[in-house]
């Protein structure tokens, strides 16, 4: 690393070493030069690239909102999500590589199948509606979110994407409208999972900032959005038709009883990278 990135680099963790660990500091110095300019970790590495006034000024503004414990995601308004470029707001949730996961475990048990109607049910930016689009054969994406400012920013990057999906405004806890134009083959969801006394333990950066609304469930019901997406799919897949879920891990064996009280088969538990429990797969029987 040339002497002016290690510099900047030195600045970064000592800004932020009160609010992160030197892991994150790093992470959002690499993140920032590679998202926000281009500049890859390797080409910093090598010292084949020199900082021009426009990353040093730009540098200050960042900074002085990471120390507000701002995500990185919503100041850049951008992520990357399974090598695919995202606009991101504080209207969405930041997609996390766990995330990624469960759209890898789709593609690849259904790689190889063409013409899928596929449903995404709260589907804030787009991530797995667009990433499955992008890598499944002539499938056909549509996605659910009870939020107008979400569906917004899921069509931005769709179109952004060039990928062509359906988006509708839809809330599964207040609605039970029935007339979509067809059933779906492969029905998937992250809902919200996580209880609200839980985010004691989250990081301001997360309970500040992202939209509660896509996180928390009431600690008495921790099940909600499970309940309400297996009684939607029971109705709205196709026979021997798949459904996926982003779990907690908490409540991980609780949601797999779930799904084989109602009437689903073949059912599939997943460790994310971090060997917790975080996927389930599961068929519907009737």
Same mark, same amino acid.
């Given at each position: 690393?040339?002497? %002016? ?16 660990? %030197? ?12 998202? +926000? ?11 084949? #690239? ?6 040093? $000024? ?41 995330? %990624? ?10 790689? $190889? ?20 689009? +992008? ?13 107008? $400012?979400?569906?917004?920013?899921? +069509? ?59 996180? #928390? ?14 009684? #939607? ?27 084989? %009280? ?14 917790? $429990? ?9």
């Amino acid at each position: 690393m040339n002497q %002016e990135f290690s510099k900047l680099k030195n600045h970064f963790h000592h800004s932020l070493s009160a609010i992160y660990d %030197e892991r994150e500091i790093d992470a959002l110095f690499y993140g920032y030069l590679d998202e +926000k300019w281009g500049v890859k970790k390797h080409i910093i590495s090598m010292g084949d #690239f020199s900082l021009n006034d426009d990353i040093q $000024d730009d540098v200050q503004r960042v900074l002085a909102r990471l120390m507000q414990k701002e995500p990185l995601q919503y100041i850049l308004q951008q992520t990357s999500f399974y090598g695919l470029p995202f606009h991101v707001t504080p209207s969405v949730l930041i997609p996390r590589p766990e995330t %990624e996961e469960l759209v890898d475990l789709i593609i690849k048990e259904n790689g $190889d199948r063409k013409d899928l109607h596929i449903l995404d049910i709260g589907t804030g930016s787009g991530a797995i509606a667009i990433a499955l689009s +992008k890598n499944l054969i002539h499938c056909h994406i549509d996605a659910l979110d009870c939020s107008l $400012d979400a569906l917004q920013i899921a +069509k931005q990057n769709a179109d952004n994407l060039q990928v062509a999906a359906h988006f509708f405004l839809f809330d599964l806890l207040k609605e039970t409208q029935t007339d979509f134009p067809y059933p779906w083959d492969i029905i998937v969801s992250n809902p919200p999972y996580i209880p609200l006394s839980h985010q004691q333990f989250l990081h301001d950066n997360v309970v500040k900032y992202e939209p509660a609304t896509a996180l #928390f469930v009431p600690d008495e019901d921790p099940l909600l959005f499970y309940r309400k997406i297996v009684a #939607f799919a029971t109705h709205h897949l196709i026979h021997q038709g798949l459904l996926y879920f982003e779990t907690h891990e908490d409540f991980h064996a609780e949601i797999a009883s779930l799904l084989a %009280e109602n009437g689903y088969a073949d059912i599939r538990s997943l460790k994310d990278i971090n060997g917790k $429990d975080r996927m389930i797969g599961c068929r519907k029987k009737e």
